[in-house]
């Protein structure tokens, strides 16, 4: 059974910095990313890294937010800088197996920026 498992989160003050990690389990993971969801929004895509280490950032994250994987680990990352009261959400990590159909998610961490 796969499972997404992350870890980080919390409250940090605007222009801080945050990590968030991710470890898969159960088989190993082709494409990852993060994805936020603010209340009353839509989930959106935040970043998302191949295993080839190819990465895409939503435009309100370039140059602010970094992902990063460890294949070896089975773990994706998300290092937060510059953090901004609008970036606000619940964070998901996301990712698709190797040997697994579907797209499967982790149960989600709260990331909060105080003005």
């Known amino acids: 059974q796969v499972q997404l498992v992350e870890s980080g989160g919390g409250l940090v003050q605007a222009g801080g910095s945050q990590s968030l990690s991710c470890v898969a389990s159960?088989?190993?993971?082709?494409?990852m990313g993060w994805y936020r969801q603010a209340p009353g929004k839509q989930r959106e895509l935040v970043a998302s890294?191949?295993?080839?280490?190819?990465?895409n950032y939503a435009d309100f994250v370039k140059g602010r937010f970094t992902i990063s994987r460890d294949n070896a680990k089975n773990t994706v990352y998300l290092q937060m800088n510059s953090l901004k009261p609008e970036d606000t959400a619940v964070y998901y990590c996301?990712?698709?197996?190797?040997?697994?159909?579907?797209?499967?998610w982790g149960q989600g961490t709260q990331v909060t920026v105080s003005s």
């Open positions: 890294i191949t295993r080839g280490g190819s990465t």
């Open positions: 159960g088989s190993s993971a082709g494409v």
């Open positions: 996301n990712a698709k197996f190797l040997l697994r159909a579907g797209v499967y």
